[in-house]
């Protein structure tokens, strides 16, 4: 699968709520094919689409075309290793993380 990085901010800090527009991103993300969504860091989501080569244009076009108003953000696909494993290392706040779960849950129910 492939795995992207999104880290993204507002561009009108006084518009939005950062709770807000991070549920507006991952609604985003979530209706368009994104799975598996982290949040090891503020302002920052992990995702993977399920295909087997990355998609970064379609995501891309995707942001820009919904939220290019709103958002400065800086999209990247996660490298792979040579055995086909992600090249990562979570060190972001597990704590910040579960409220992030904890906000995809209360999403979903919507």
């Keep these: 699968m492939a795995k992207y990085c999104l880290t993204y901010d507002a561009k009108d800090a006084l518009a939005w ?26 302002n920052t989501i992990l995702f993977e689409d399920g295909k087997d080569r990355n998609e970064l ?15 400065f953000y800086y999209l990247c696909v996660v490298a792979r290793t040579k055995e086909g494993d992600h090249f ?7 704590d910040l993380n579960d409220d992030y779960q904890q906000l995809l849950e209360d999403l979903e129910r919507d």
């Design 57 to 71: 244009q379609q995501w891309n076009h995707l942001l820009s075309k919904n939220l290019h108003e709103d958002l």
């Design 88 to 94: 990562e290392r979570n060190e972001g706040d597990p």
């Design 17 to 42: 709520d950062p709770e807000e527009l991070k549920l507006e991103v991952s609604r985003l993300l979530l209706d368009n094919g994104g799975d598996y969504l982290e949040s090891p860091v503020a």
